[in-house]
């Protein structure tokens, strides 16, 4: 049996700039917003459960 | 629990530890001990994160404090989107530069060293704490329901994650916390479709009438323990602090093929999080409708504690509780049937009506309820009152058909392991990068002598939460205690790294000065006020922050040095 490959390095000059390739996004930030508006909607059915079932 | 039962809980949980272990056997080089598998893509990463964060008391507990005080607890995971979003585009693509094993090592740079080891100790103090109590909880709950011995139960569990984690280290515990978050999942959705299946119907309403669907309130008032605001604000600052400087989730997003996996797994975890823990709750708030109709719905849902006293002088006084909340109860469901009847009726009067016995009607078992575990108190100061934590794993054994019985306690456990796991690791990576290299640094060179170092710390840290969890006694409500720990500590740790991200001009002894009394300042005021724990997040960075700032400008430090790579431009 062969003894495992040392692992190369962790790329320390990770590309902060790195495309996010998630289909629909081509940058980062347009992630976060993403994420922002799908928590102002969770709140926003949370709120109408609350309503909802009050 | 019978031999299927078993055959699931022994097959999922040792399955998935010897798995884990036997894939991760050969590693040797600390880059892949301490930060896992390079290869690692970002849906590995996120249920890493997840699994981490979750512990059992996350399943056990959460859905007693439901059952108890409505789902009103799922704003306290408000602030962890835009946390995780900040960690995203802040610390990670930084940590990730300076090519850093824990967070702690990046203060080093940025300070100096004994900023680094305030950092470092402040973790393992507090996590060190917390690891008691995160194998302790399912065993005491466990135990006393299916009659197992405590210490086993302990030692067991204890034993199990620590022959994985030493062995593939970073590596076997992501690996495990995936196949591990499947057991949950496929479990806990299981557990909500019979639940579902046993609901009478109009029982969303039922919940929603005795105040259990209370998810979202925004009232400022800082005395309530679960708003709006308290989980948006507070809960910002703690998941922030969790997440970007607790190196049990660092370790997590530090691994994987590039920085791209790392965001992407937290991303996942900001976009599944809130309804994850919505839909945990959710189980709590429809429980309490079920256990509305069950005819032998306890009136201490920890039956083994309850029968104890039973059979003691209170005795009588117990088993006439017992027989009065019996009547109650019988009261209670008809009224609750009464309601279900005249709620979709055209008269608004009777509905209103129904609804107000209904509800006074509940208020007279609660009231039986309270009654019967000051009873417990009077007979043993020391009796564990808190049944809530019982609640779900009375349905559990109750209600499900074999078989998914297993299933459903391989969810506890499985739980408790994939935090476990991810703590050790953590506590031994800040151990063997922050203590022991940093006073031994010519050992660093050694990759062999680093990695068994780091073995060695696993197994001892793994050994102290074991021992701790034998012999001290904690807080009856577990998630509450685990939550409240970590807000004294982590408004602080929070507070150094916001100072080394942002306040380029500070140095390191007046933000070491400054933690110190930050640190200080949150401890008197935690046993002097009585305000939401989760407050002490934010009083603790600011003051933190604050602190530096000044004692920068009346300290003399050492000239500027150069930190553009170091800090957020």
Redesign the interface.
């Known amino acids: 049996m062969t003894p495992p490959e040392p692992p190369a390095p962790f790329n320390e000059c990770d590309q902060d700039n790195e495309a996010p390739g998630v289909p629909g996004f081509r940058s980062w930030p347009g992630v976060y917003w993403f994420v922002i508006a799908w928590f102002m909607l969770v709140v926003v059915l949370l709120a109408l459960f609350t309503r909802a079932f009050a | 629990m019978n031999q299927t039962d078993w055959l699931v809980l022994l097959g999922t949980m040792l399955g998935i530890a010897a798995y884990g272990a036997w894939r991760t056997r050969?590693t040797?080089?600390l880059?892949?001990y301490l930060?896992g598998n390079?290869s690692t893509k970002w849906g590995t990463i996120g249920l890493s994160i997840m699994a981490t964060q979750a512990s059992t008391i996350t399943y056990l507990s959460l859905p007693g404090q439901a059952y108890e005080s409505g789902i009103a607890f799922?704003q306290n995971y408000?602030g962890l989107?835009?946390a995780?979003?900040i960690v995203?585009?802040v610390f990670l693509?930084i940590y990730?530069?300076?090519?850093v094993y824990t967070a702690y090592e990046y203060l080093g740079k940025r300070f100096d060293g004994k900023t680094r080891l305030l950092g470092a100790c402040l973790f393992l103090l507090q996590r060190g704490v917390q690891s008691g109590v995160t194998i302790y909880a399912p065993a005491i709950i466990l135990s006393s329901v299916l009659g197992w011995q405590l210490n086993l139960t302990i030692l067991f569990t204890g034993l199990v994650v620590i022959a994985y984690t030493v062995t593939g280290g970073s590596a076997a515990v992501t690996l495990t916390q995936k196949w591990q978050m499947a057991v949950i999942f496929g479990g806990m959705m299981t557990a909500f479709m019979v639940l579902l299946a046993k609901l009478p119907p109009g029982a969303?309403?039922m919940?929603?009438?005795m105040g259990k669907?209370?998810?979202?309130d925004f009232s400022p008032d800082p005395s309530k323990r679960y708003t709006?605001w308290s989980g948006l604000l507070g809960g910002l600052f703690l998941s922030l602090s969790y997440f970007g400087t607790d190196q049990s989730q660092v370790q997590r997003y530090l691994g994987g093929a590039?920085?791209?996996e790392g965001?992407?797994g937290l991303?996942f975890n900001?976009?599944m999080k809130?309804?994850m823990q919505?839909f945990i709750v959710l189980v709590g708030a429809l429980l309490f409708v079920f256990f509305q109709f069950q005819p032998d719905t306890p009136v201490f849902f920890n039956r083994a504690e309850w029968a104890r006293y039973t059979q003691g002088s209170e005795g009588t006084k117990l088993h006439a509780l017992e027989e009065k909340y019996i009547r109650l109860r019988s009261v209670a469901q008809e009224k609750a049937r009464a309601w279900l009847a005249a709620r979709r009726g055209e008269n608004s009067a009777i509905r209103a009506n129904a609804r107000t016995e209904m509800v006074a009607a509940q208020d007279a078992v609660d009231k039986t309820r309270n009654e019967a575990k000051e009873a417990l108190l009077a007979a043993d100061p020391k009796a564990k009152t808190k049944d809530s934590d019982y609640v779900f794993i009375t349905f559990i054994l109750s209600q499900l058909p074999h078989g998914f019985i297993g299933l459903l306690l391989a969810v506890m456990f499985a739980s408790a392991l994939s935090s476990k796991a991810a703590e050790l690791n953590a506590l031994a990576a800040t151990s063997t990068i922050d203590l022991w290299r940093h006073f031994r640094p010519l050992a660093a060179h050694d990759e062999a002598r680093n990695v068994r170092v780091a073995k060695w710390f696993t197994a001892l840290w793994g050994s102290l939460a074991i021992g701790f969890a034998l012999f001290a006694s904690f807080a009856e409500n577990l998630i509450e205690a685990l939550n409240i720990i970590a807000s004294i500590f982590y408004g602080v740790v929070l507070g150094i790294f916001l100072v080394a991200f942002f306040l380029k001009r500070v140095r390191g002894t007046p933000v070491f000065v400054a933690a110190i009394a930050a640190q200080a300042l949150v401890i008197v005021m935690y046993f002097s006020l009585s305000i939401g724990y989760l407050w002490y997040n934010i009083i603790g960075c600011a003051a933190c922050v604050i602190f530096s700032v000044i004692l920068q400008a009346v300290i003399k430090s050492p000239a500027s040095v150069e930190t553009s790579r170091i800090t957020v431009a």
Request: glycine share 4%; aromatic share 10%; net charge positive.
């Open positions: 050969h040797d080089h880059d892949t930060k390079r799922v408000f989107p835009l995780l979003i995203c585009a693509p990730r530069r300076l090519g969303f309403e919940a929603g009438a669907l209370r998810a979202v709006f590039s920085a791209r965001r992407l991303m900001a976009v809130i309804p919505f």
